[in-house]
């Protein structure tokens, strides 16, 4: 991803810090959030945090501050942002004027490893980046065993003890809302499927979907990439009797069926390979985008299994080809968009067909070259295709040239044929010559046998 021009050196910032830190924040930080962000994230968070000491003195710096105090580059420093913007620890706020630019940076409190470890998704996320030994030695470590009490729990709720005043207006509660919270800020997916889901069994909502169930059920969507059908068989399996969300019987369901139908997939959390939804520049209409554009835009947003179907006129695409493409891009390691490109260059070269070996063979040489976006790789492949088309030109031109040499009169020269000439010439009377003793020879035989007879 380029984030160079993204921020400059010149431009300004200020800190505040939204909320209270929690008294182990620093643990937090060090063993919770640090796997799956990295220490320059980390200590950017760091930074930032005791920046907010300088604000009397110096209400705005320059991020050449930053960049001195990190003894890393801006691009380091605006990529370590956006994981603390995507993972919850951070909110950006620009503000543009004719001489300057400023970024407001306001830090969220990171979670306190209790309140981590209670996050499903950040746990989740935890689990598979650090392995499960060493997930269970920082649960028991940090949340311990829960306490065990003895006898019934006869705490009095609110409605027991207060009564509020009641309204006949009763407010529609939007069932699809999820208060923001401290962790991932995630898209919010629409929970009508699951209510009809729910009706049509006679569950009721209210026990199934509560606010809290709903936000875990969207992590779990979101880092599982799990379909209706999926998220719906798991939430069936995780109820109670009393028709209540097991939210760990839940998430055991969510891995399991990951685990089942994407067996060669690892989750990790890793920088994407496009750019933000709020970075792309879009021209405001298509019209003024060319068809290789076009083309390129199309290619770094569908996925493969999008490309194949839109080239065979919406029909599926078939479970070997989709097979064939997962092999290729887990061997070796071709993002999404370059597998595009390389599709689509493949079934232009083969007249439609999607041959295994020539896109392995292709592929491994794109894996080399390290092919990192749609654009990158079609500049590639039309700079190879552009010097294939040469070499073979060359040879062709070759081998038309050594025909012509081979038909083509040679030049004799004169000396060549003036002693060709001299020799025919001797050549001639040498057998003028013969013919003439032969003619002696054979006169003087006849008088020797004339006078031999008399």
């Known amino acids: ?101 400023v970024y407001h940076y306001v830090l969220q409190s990171p979670f306190s490893p209790y309140d981590f470890f209670r996050d499903a998704m950040l746990s989740q996320l935890l689990y598979h980046h650090v392995g499960e030994d060493k997930y269970v030695l920082l649960n028991s470590h940090y949340i311990g065993r829960p306490e065990q009490h003895q006898g019934h729990n006869i705490t009095a709720s609110f409605g027991d003890v207060f009564e509020t005043i009641q309204s006949d207006f009763m407010p529609i509660q939007n069932v699809n809302r999820i208060p923001e919270s401290n962790g991932p800020q995630l898209e919010t997916i629409d929970f009508s499927w699951m209510e009809h889901v729910l009706k049509s069994r006679m569950i009721p909502l209210k026990r199934v979907l509560t606010t809290e169930n709903k936000r875990i059920i969207n992590q779990m969507v979101q880092l599982y990439g799990l379909a209706e059908y999926e998220v719906e068989k798991c939430v069936l399996w995780a109820l109670t009797d009393e028709n209540k969300l097991d939210i760990e019987e839940f998430k055991e369901a969510c891995h399991d069926i990951f685990k089942t139908s994407r067996k060669e997939t690892t989750i990790q959390l890793v920088t994407k390979q496009t750019e933000p939804r709020e970075e792309i520049k879009q021209p405001k209409l298509n019209q003024e985008m060319t068809k290789e554009e076009q083309l390129i835009h199309e290619l770094e947003t569908i996925s493969p299994k999008q490309l194949l179907e839109d080239l065979s006129s919406g029909n599926h695409a078939s479970e070997q080809d989709l097979k064939v493409i997962r092999e290729i891009m887990t061997t070796q390691g071709l993002p999404s968009p370059v597998m595009n490109v390389l599709i689509h260059y493949v079934l232009l070269q083969t007249n439609m067909k999607l041959s295994k070996a020539y896109l392995e063979k292709i592929a491994s040489h794109w894996s080399r070259a390290n092919l990192q976006t749609a654009r990158e790789a079609m500049v590639f492949a039309k700079k190879e295709k552009e010097n294939y088309r040469a070499a073979t030109e060359k040879k062709q031109q070759n081998y038309r040239n050594y025909r012509q040499q081979g038909t083509r009169s040679e030049v004799v020269p004169e000396w060549f044929k003036e002693r060709k000439s001299k020799s025919t010439e001797t050549k001639s009377r040498t057998t003028t010559d013969l013919e003439r003793e032969k003619e002696e020879l054979s006169s003087l035989l006849k008088q020797y046998s004339s006078n031999t007879k008399n």
């Open 1 to 101: 991803m380029n984030f160079i021009g993204k921020i400059l050196p010149i431009d300004g910032y200020t800190v505040v810090l939204h909320g209270n830190l929690p008294v182990d924040y620093s643990k937090s930080l060090t063993h919770l959030y640090q796997p799956l962000l990295g220490i320059k994230a980390v200590m950017l968070y760091q930074t930032l945090l005791h920046e907010i000491d300088f604000q009397k003195e110096v209400p705005i710096q320059t991020h050449h501050t930053l960049m001195n105090y990190l003894n890393v580059s801006l691009v380091e420093i605006y990529e370590a942002r956006l994981k603390l913007e995507g993972i919850g620890l951070l909110k950006t706020y620009e503000e543009k004027t004719t001489e300057e630019t």
